[in-house]
């Protein structure tokens, strides 16, 4: 079942002579359920694609619709609450709250979104992301591993439609980078849950079901890699 459907995506910066297309006529398709890898060069254009999916940006011209909603038909509070509710979020360097232990930062996005958080889920969540024993810790007393986990809980907590995620694992070591990368994997099987993440290593993208490649703005490649379906 089709769950994101981009349209025909631009995006332009400046005018005139310093007018710059970091996206140009952008189309596809994902289903519920898949691991998407988007890689490129830096400067490609994979970066403002994902801020427009996150609803963090808006297009110059195209369409994007998740779920059946046109996210940028919507007024300025509408998108901001899609920003909260439909959208999970990792960025590269964890983005956590340091006065906030691993627990409360998991549970930041539900609880400002009015929401009481389910403790058995969270318990579950703590489970998933082996940090029961370091619920209680703040971001500096936790690995930089730990922290990108409590940042991949906060982004799964409140059931996203879509995570994204941004290098997740660009500002780990080989290993972390790897169990990083499992988790997030037994999260899209387990949970069903859709995943786009930007990478550069292509050990990580070769893990997803589909790779998406960009360059100048256009996608010059689109390719299934038996991972899943």
């Excluded at 490609?44 to 994007?64: F, M």
């Excluded at 919507?74 to 609450?81: D, G, M, P, T, V």
């Excluded at 709250?97 to 539900?110: F, G, Y």
Aim: hydrophobic letters at 35%; aromatic letters at 4%; proline letters at 3%.
């Amino acid at each position: 079942m089709e769950l994101l459907k981009v349209e025909n995506l631009c995006k332009t910066y400046g005018k005139g002579e310093n007018e710059v297309k970091a996206l140009d006529d952008v189309s596809f398709t994902v289903p519920k359920g898949q691991m998407m890898a988007v890689i490129g060069a830096s400067g490609s254009g994979k970066s403002t694609l994902l801020h427009i999916l996150g609803g963090v940006d808006r297009p110059t011209s195209g369409k994007v619709w998740l779920d059946g909603q046109d996210v940028f038909a919507q007024n300025q509070k509408n998108l901001a609450i899609f920003r909260r509710r439909q959208v999970g979020l990792i960025y590269q360097f964890y983005n956590l709250i340091p006065v906030l232990s691993a627990e409360e930062n998991i549970t930041l996005p539900l609880i400002m979104d009015g929401r009481k958080p389910d403790k058995e889920r969270l318990e579950n969540m703590l489970d998933l992301l082996g940090l029961k024993e370091r619920r209680h810790h703040l971001p500096s007393q936790l690995s930089g591993g730990q922290q990108q986990r409590v940042s991949i809980g906060r982004a799964l907590f409140t059931s996203p439609d879509v995570l994204l995620g941004d290098e997740p694992t660009g500002n780990l070591d080989s290993k972390n980078s790897m169990e990083i990368l499992q988790l997030l994997r037994k999260s899209n099987q387990e949970m069903n849950q859709t995943m786009i993440i930007i990478t550069h290593d292509e050990n990580i993208a070769l893990q997803c079901d589909r790779i998406l490649t960009i360059s100048d703005g256009h996608i010059v490649d689109d390719q299934l890699t038996g991972q899943g379906v």
